[in-house]
């Protein structure tokens, strides 16, 4: 008869836990319509029993759903049947989806746990749309919060894996029973005379939960009965460090980025350096999640590679992580979404890496030049009276050529590997293209983007850039052509010739 009191008066404190973690957490409102997960199993049952006998009192309307992958055959169709009689003697309406993975398409890496897990949470939050429920309660316990959070350890995880399982995941999914250990659960269960099943599937070796859940946490309890508080609490206060490391991030991503029209977004090389390495590798991967659209990743060691190869090599380096393209600039360094071919083969570079077709002109002409949208225009001029010498330079985005220095016909083109000229102003001495763009640091992705206006004899002009001193206009000039580009936005150090 003790044992019934007791048993009975613990059911109590555990509900009254449960409104507490409620309220302090904010989980949800008197009032609410809550979508419940249920499997089955003692937590989810459990879950379901305690939030029907908190209803009442919270005027909470609730709904029961149930997902059945399908993968344990006749014992999922067991657990169907359970769940829905369970529902009906609670009163609970239930809805069952069907949610088939045997022939689902799994990306790369993702683990069919983790492809259930996934299209689990989305079938349930299509169900509380359907329904208007506002929130979806899961039934995570403290047991559980405690396995996770020993598994990020093994696999070497940061402040975001160690901060372990939110007690509240956006705005719909919400773990009530997250404070409350599974020995709790089973009293409670015990005490109210709840039956539940038991999944196959959770006693295997082959998933590392269930070697943790069954071999190590009882070894670690051995050492400290109270080891799931401990790592309860431990998940608590690493999840609010990680949450001010995030908003430090943030305020430092904000201040040393920006984003361009295209996707990509450039990164200050000289501010990321001066942070601490914690908040270096922070933005690093926070600027790859961004230009990628994933949520995950990258890994630790792509982010330290990203570190070693890219930010702190030279200007040039670049690297593909995540489907990200990473590359150093000068005091910049560039992420972009990495292009894909047809065949849906990485491409690492950017379609503009490529050359565009070289365009035939003659003169006068006026050509879009399609990497930049700019127009290249062609006109004969007239020679101003100077004095002796060579004609001066006149503004960044416009040249004047000697036609009797060239013939035709003249191809408007991208830099190609080999390319040299005579700048003007460097009294005839030859340079490779690649040289001279790298003086004027002028980013690797922007020089294919230069248009280069070429005669048979050489390049007349580097678009917006630099004339060449063998083809450009002096006093003895008689016949001239003026190469201009109109809109020029080819940055630092422009000179006209």
């Known amino acids: 008869m003790r044992r019934h009191v007791h048993l009975h008066r613990a059911t109590a404190a555990l509900l009254r836990r449960v409104s507490a973690t409620v309220r302090a957490k904010q989980l949800f409102e008197p009032g609410a319509r809550i979508l419940v997960a249920v499997s089955g199993g003692p937590d989810s049952v459990a879950l379901l029993s305690l939030l029907t006998s908190l209803a009442p009192s919270w005027n909470l309307t609730l709904w029961g759903v149930h997902i059945n992958h399908g993968l344990r055959g ?16 609670l009163g609970v309406r239930l809805v069952t989806e069907h949610v088939a993975l045997a022939e689902a398409p799994r990306p790369k890496g993702l683990s069919l746990q983790e492809l259930a897990r996934d299209r689990r949470y989305a079938a349930m939050a299509r169900v509380a749309l359907e329904l208007s429920a506002g929130k979806i309660a899961l039934g995570h316990t403290a047991d559980d919060q405690a ?15 160690l901060a372990g399982i939110p007690v509240a995941r956006g705005p719909l999914f919400i773990r009530p029973l997250l404070e409350i250990t599974r020995a709790e659960i089973l009293e409670y269960l015990t005490a109210e005379g709840i039956t539940f099943r038991n999944d196959s599937s959770n006693t295997t ?13 009882p070894a670690l309890k051995r050492f400290n009965p109270g080891v799931v508080q401990v790592l309860m609490r ?95 600039e000068y005091g910049r360094v560039r992420f972009e979404p990495a292009r894909r071919s047809r065949d849906g083969s990485r491409m690492t570079g950017r379609v503009e890496g490529a050359s565009p077709a070289a365009l035939t002109v003659g003169v006068p002409c006026s050509q879009i030049w399609a990497p930049t949208g ?33 013939t035709m016909p003249l191809l408007i083109r991208a830099w190609q590997p080999g390319d040299a000229f005579r700048p003007f102003g ?72």
């Open 74 to 89: 006749a014992e999922s169709e067991e657990d169907a049947r359970f769940v829905s009689a369970l529902c009906d003697r």
């Open 374 to 406: 700019q127009s290249v225009r062609l006109s004969f001029g007239k020679l101003p009276a100077v004095g002796r010498g060579t004609w001066p330079n006149r503004t960044s985005h416009q040249a004047l050529l000697d036609a009797d220095r060239f």
């Open 205 to 217: 070796s082959l998933y590392l939960r269930n070697r943790v859940r069954h071999g190590l946490l």
């Open 147 to 161: 396995e996770t959070l020993i598994m990020w350890v093994l696999r070497g995880s940061g402040t975001g894996g």
């Open 234 to 328: 431990q998940a608590e206060i690493l999840r609010e460090e990680d949450r001010c490391l995030e908003r430090l991030t943030a305020g430092h991503l904000t201040a040393l980025s920006h984003a361009e029209a295209d996707g990509r977004v450039v990164v200050d090389r000289d501010g990321l350096l001066a942070l601490p390495l914690a908040l270096q590798r922070r933005v690093i991967r926070a600027v790859i999640r961004r230009v990628t659209g994933m949520n995950k990743g990258p890994t630790f060691g792509a982010v330290r590679t990203v570190l070693e190869r890219v930010v702190q090599g030279q200007s040039g380096c670049s690297i593909t992580v995540q489907d990200a393209l990473i590359a150093r």
């Open 426 to 497: 460097m009294c005839g001495r030859r340079k490779k293209l690649q040289d001279f763009f790298a003086d004027l640091k002028l980013p690797r992705d922007q020089r294919r983007r230069v248009p280069l206006l070429v005669a048979p004899e050489g390049i007349l002009w580097v678009g917006g850039l630099r004339a060449d001193e063998r083809f450009a206009a002096t006093a003895s000039t008689t016949r001239s052509v003026i190469a201009e580009l109109l809109d020029s936005t080819f940055g630092p150090g422009a000179e006209g010739g």
